[in-house]
């Protein structure tokens, strides 16, 4: 039991038709509701913290949250940086003792994220921490439906192959249509599987990461509306379209959102049916097993990664 890279869950990953769940974490019931369900499902796991979770936590208490989560179910766990932008707060999270890091630097020209991500390659690997960079920029809504943005914002197959050799990075997460966030369609969802495709031909020993790639499930979005929310419009990836991006090269799948929302739904069910109750285990607790039912699903029903620690 330790914190690993990601070197070895993605290894076994690339050529087999399920992916590692990696999923954000901000405080100890989420990471709770996560990890219980990732041993139940015998599944590997990635816990990854952005930069506002790190201000919101504070880096000490996520590193020791998860050594105590390790300690408590006995599973490896990488710990992983998510969208650092520069190279100051992946050296910090290499420091802190994080066994991973992304440089996203999808928003400076192709040169210019070549050398930070070099940067921070050097620097990680010497430390024996694995690297994610990304190529192309996710989708914003209105994108999706373009052709010509498309070709504009998302990853260039030739481009992905010169960006990996140059950088020596560990994964790299691509651009197909998905964004962030509930609201990821307007119209009829789209992924582009042929550039997809086309990207793990040209580098087929490169994991891919797919951000974006929460399903925006209807019921949790009904579930929060139906006590208090206002949520309209919310459109996510497909279930299936999740199963065919792995078995195409992605090996990890970032989640955030459907977390998000089955939290949410919970705490504002029981605040809405107690409203007399003001302790917070009250409603902490179901929300972190709203969590874990979430992951659960997530690995057994949509990454098909039960059973492959
Ligand atoms: O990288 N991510 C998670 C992004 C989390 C952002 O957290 P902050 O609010 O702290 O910045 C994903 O790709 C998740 O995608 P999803 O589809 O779940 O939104
Ligand atoms: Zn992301
Ligand atoms: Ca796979």
Known sequence: MALVTTKDMFAKALNSDYAVGAFNVNNMEIIQGIVEAAQ?????????????????????????LVEAAMLDTGLDIALHLDHGEDFDICKKCVDDGFSSVMIDGSKHPFEENIRLTKEVVEYAHAHGVSVEAELGKLAGVEDNIKVDSRNATFTVPEEAAEFVAKTGVDSLAVAIGTSHGAYKFKGEPYLDFERLQEIHKLIPDTPLVLHGASTVLPEFVAKCNEYGGDIPGAQGVPEDMIRTAA?????????????????TAEIRKYLTEHPADFDPRKYLGPARDAIKRMVQHKIRNVLNASGKR
């Not at 015998?42 to 000490?60: D, E, T, W």
Request: glycine share 4%.
């Open 40 to 64: 139940e499902e015998n599944a590997p796991l990635i816990l990854q913290v952005s930069a506002g979770a790190r201000k919101y936590a504070k880096p000490a208490y996520l590193v020791k």
């Open 247 to 263: 078995k195409y090269g992605v090996c990890k799948v970032n989640i955030d959102t459907d977390l998000r929302l089955a939290m």
